[in-house]
């Protein structure tokens, strides 16, 4: 049996991280001891370590939550898993997308900067002002 504190620093995840999955009912709720501590077991270890990893790599909940009820059936195919990884793979790349637009501008708008100007003259300030504006405001 491990404490709360066991698990958290096992798998890296705080204690009130810990409290909130049974909350969600990610984790089963602890049993608890005479002393009334959380007490948890081997398999409350691996679930915590597999949510630990899938909150790495950017799943939320509810996507978590679909992966832990099919982990429950083994003999089940393994489509709807992959469903669920290909839709967060996508959404990955298009984060990746606007990421790299944004490394775009902001290099576009310091090589316009050599930082010797005044605020008042400065590219930067003048760029982040007249972006997004209508060209009837203008």
Do not use: W
């Amino acid at each position: 049996m491990l404490s709360i504190g066991d698990l958290s620093r096992r798998t890296g995840v705080k204690v009130p991280t810990i409290r909130y999955y049974e909350q969600m009912g990610l984790i089963d709720a602890a049993e608890r001891s005479q002393g009334n501590q959380r007490r948890y077991e081997k398999q409350d270890l691996e679930r915590l370590a597999f949510i630990r990893h899938a909150r790495d790599l950017g799943l939320d909940l509810p996507a978590i939550r679909e992966l832990i009820a099919l982990s429950q059936h083994p003999t089940e195919p393994c489509a709807h898993a992959d469903r669920i990884a290909a839709e967060h793979l996508a959404a990955v790349r298009i984060k990746i997308d606007k990421l790299k637009k944004l490394e775009q501008e902001l290099a576009r708008i310091l090589s316009h900067c050599d930082g010797g100007h005044s605020v008042e003259e400065c590219y930067v300030i003048r760029a982040l002002s007249d972006h997004g504006l209508c060209e009837s405001e203008h």
